[in-house]
């Protein structure tokens, strides 16, 4: 656990970035750090490693005060991803995702074979190796910096914005792929973002700061939606709460109705469209049980008939769901 006790920064021109900021950030877990620009997020973040110094109050990770060690060893520990991704321009991908296990000593076998695996974990082909950082895109050189920051294997990942430049679609994807990573490596991630949808889809728990860096609130993403502790956090997740709130709502006994003769099915079981007046409309969005009721609603309105079809694991069609079934599950 990182806990942050009374802390505050107060930067030499007298600037209170962060005041008086406490809060734990459970082991294991995604934190979000959220709010709007010039809140303190980015010097909450730093101070974790030490690139900028605390003024006072106190920082420990696992009850351990980390201005008991030095800050070089300390930062050993935490890898760092920035906006950018901040790569060496002048190393090539390999190199750059190997600068922690050289500066550690690491012998050149291991390390190269670490960082080959480094990049094939998040995603990226490994002919790309030899490249140069501007011989990438965006998305790619991101991914080469969480290789990098994960290759020495530390505890804790600090994340500053780090899919912000990348346009939405390689921004949907670097989500999902840090998600996926996540499952398997179950770091403790610290991650800062002005988005509060990238907040509530990657966060398992949010903090959201308001300007002068105090704490507005700090709770799960269901939580923060369901329940926003004032003003400022309900108009800063958003008008549109209630709707985004279904992304956590997983119904496990959703009744579905038998598969109509009007949805045309392939030999294999898997949907194909709506049959109508001999033509066959496009089916729509299809979701599976397990799926959150905002999925499940996403179906039914994007069918042209206003059924969603629920498909099983292999994709083949086992039941659909109308409007009037939908709306007594999301009765309260
Ligand atoms: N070196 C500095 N000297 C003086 N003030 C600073 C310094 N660095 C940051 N600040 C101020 O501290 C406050 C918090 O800055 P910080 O970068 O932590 O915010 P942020 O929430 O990360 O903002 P953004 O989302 O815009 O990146 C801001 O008012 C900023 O202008």
């Given at each position: 656990m990182i806990e942050f006790e009374d802390v505050t920064k107060r930067y030499?021109?007298?600037?209170?970035?962060?005041?008086?900021l406490s809060l734990r950030i459970p082991s294991n877990e995604i934190t979000v750090f959220v709010g709007?620009?010039?809140?303190?997020k980015t010097t909450s973040l730093r101070m974790i490693n030490r690139t900028i110094e605390r003024t006072s109050g106190r920082i420990s990770i696992d009850g351990e005060d980390?201005?008991?060690?030095d800050p070089v060893t300390l930062r050993r520990g935490i890898g760092y991803v920035i906006q950018h991704a901040?790569?060496?321009?002048?190393?090539t991908v390999v190199d750059n995702v190997a600068t922690v296990p050289k500066l550690l000593g690491w012998d050149k076998k291991k390390t190269r074979a670490t960082a080959m695996e480094l990049l094939e974990r998040v995603g990226?082909?490994?002919?790309?190796?030899?490249?140069?950082?501007?011989?990438?895109s965006g998305g790619q050189q991101q991914r080469v910096g969480v290789a990098r920051a994960l290759a020495a294997d530390p505890k804790i990942m600090l994340m500053d914005?780090?899919?912000?430049?990348?346009d939405p679609i390689v921004r949907h994807q670097l989500q999902e792929e840090l998600l996926r990573l996540q499952r398997d490596i179950g770091k403790t991630i610290v991650f800062v973002t002005h988005d509060i949808d990238e907040a509530i889809k990657l966060g398992d728990n949010v903090a959201v700061l308001r300007v002068g860096g105090t704490l507005a609130q700090f709770a799960p993403p269901a939580e923060l939606l369901a329940h926003p502790d004032d003003d400022f956090v309900e108009s800063f997740v958003g008008q549109d709460r209630g709707y985004r709130a279904l992304t956590f709502l997983k119904p496990d006994d959703l009744s579905l109705a038998p598969l109509p003769p009007e949805l045309s099915v392939g030999d294999d079981g898997r949907p194909l469209g709506w049959k109508s007046n001999g033509e066959l409309l496009p089916l729509g969005a299809v979701f599976q049980r397990g799926d959150s009721l905002r999925a499940t609603m996403d179906s039914v309105l994007t069918s042209p008939v206003g059924q969603g079809v629920c498909v099983d694991e292999a994709g083949k069609a086992i039941g659909v769901i109308d409007y009037i079934t939908l709306a007594e599950v999301l009765r309260p």
């Amino acid at each position: 656990m990182i806990e942050f006790e009374d802390v505050t920064k107060r930067y030499p021109d007298g600037t209170v970035a962060v005041d008086k900021l406490s809060l734990r950030i459970p082991s294991n877990e995604i934190t979000v750090f959220v709010g709007p620009s010039g809140c303190g997020k980015t010097t909450s973040l730093r101070m974790i490693n030490r690139t900028i110094e605390r003024t006072s109050g106190r920082i420990s990770i696992d009850g351990e005060d980390i201005n008991a060690g030095d800050p070089v060893t300390l930062r050993r520990g935490i890898g760092y991803v920035i906006q950018h991704a901040g790569l060496f321009p002048h190393k090539t991908v390999v190199d750059n995702v190997a600068t922690v296990p050289k500066l550690l000593g690491w012998d050149k076998k291991k390390t190269r074979a670490t960082a080959m695996e480094l990049l094939e974990r998040v995603g990226l082909d490994v002919k790309l190796a030899e490249r140069y950082p501007a011989q990438l895109s965006g998305g790619q050189q991101q991914r080469v910096g969480v290789a990098r920051a994960l290759a020495a294997d530390p505890k804790i990942m600090l994340m500053d914005e780090p899919f912000s430049a990348v346009d939405p679609i390689v921004r949907h994807q670097l989500q999902e792929e840090l998600l996926r990573l996540q499952r398997d490596i179950g770091k403790t991630i610290v991650f800062v973002t002005h988005d509060i949808d990238e907040a509530i889809k990657l966060g398992d728990n949010v903090a959201v700061l308001r300007v002068g860096g105090t704490l507005a609130q700090f709770a799960p993403p269901a939580e923060l939606l369901a329940h926003p502790d004032d003003d400022f956090v309900e108009s800063f997740v958003g008008q549109d709460r209630g709707y985004r709130a279904l992304t956590f709502l997983k119904p496990d006994d959703l009744s579905l109705a038998p598969l109509p003769p009007e949805l045309s099915v392939g030999d294999d079981g898997r949907p194909l469209g709506w049959k109508s007046n001999g033509e066959l409309l496009p089916l729509g969005a299809v979701f599976q049980r397990g799926d959150s009721l905002r999925a499940t609603m996403d179906s039914v309105l994007t069918s042209p008939v206003g059924q969603g079809v629920c498909v099983d694991e292999a994709g083949k069609a086992i039941g659909v769901i109308d409007y009037i079934t939908l709306a007594e599950v999301l009765r309260p």
